[in-house]
């Protein structure tokens, strides 16, 4: 069995909450990663800030990512996985939420990363080329209402 902590690339560090999205942004560039997940002041996931919220959530709404923070940009029910979770988990969680990132914990603590790169690299393309097609088909959908 392919477990969540297999696949994930290891190393991912939080943003805690009360940091400004200016420093956000130059963690993402030390780290070389596009997105970061957010934690509280008990290092429990609140939520995940990817370099597209910096730009489209602060910049292009003339906000000052210098006075933002990141726990401000962390909105809804952050997602997650179990890093003794199965792989077909992973998929399911990823492709039900139509999120393309996902971190991993253990013992409550974060412990890596699962993008789209982890699982292109670790998955046969009979597993991952149906479930990229579902998860593009879904956010490509026209929206109603």
């Known amino acids: 069995m392919t477990t969540a902590g297999d696949i994930m690339h290891r190393g991912a560090q ?6 400004t999205l200016d420093r956000a942004a130059q963690l993402m560039r030390e780290l070389g990663v596009g997105a970061l997940p957010i934690s509280d002041q008990n290092e429990r ?9 910096i730009v489209i959530g602060c910049v292009a709404m003339g906000h000052d990512p210098s006075k933002v923070t990141a726990g ?7 997602r997650w996985i179990d890093a ?14 139509q999120i393309r990132r996902l971190p991993v914990i253990e013992n409550k603590r974060l412990v890596g990363m ?3 790169a982890d699982l292109a690299r670790s998955l046969p393309e009979d597993e991952i080329g149906p479930w990229a097609e579902s998860v593009y088909a ?3 959908a026209p929206r109603t209402g």
């Open 114 to 116: 699962i993008s789209e």
């Open 45 to 53: 996931l609140c939520g995940i800030l990817t370099d597209r919220d």
């Open 72 to 78: 401000e940009m962390a909105q809804g029910t952050p």
């Open 138 to 140: 879904m956010s490509a």
């Open 14 to 19: 939080w943003i805690p909450g009360y940091e």
């Open 84 to 97: 003794s979770a199965d792989i077909s988990d992973v998929l399911r969680e990823m492709k039900d939420h």
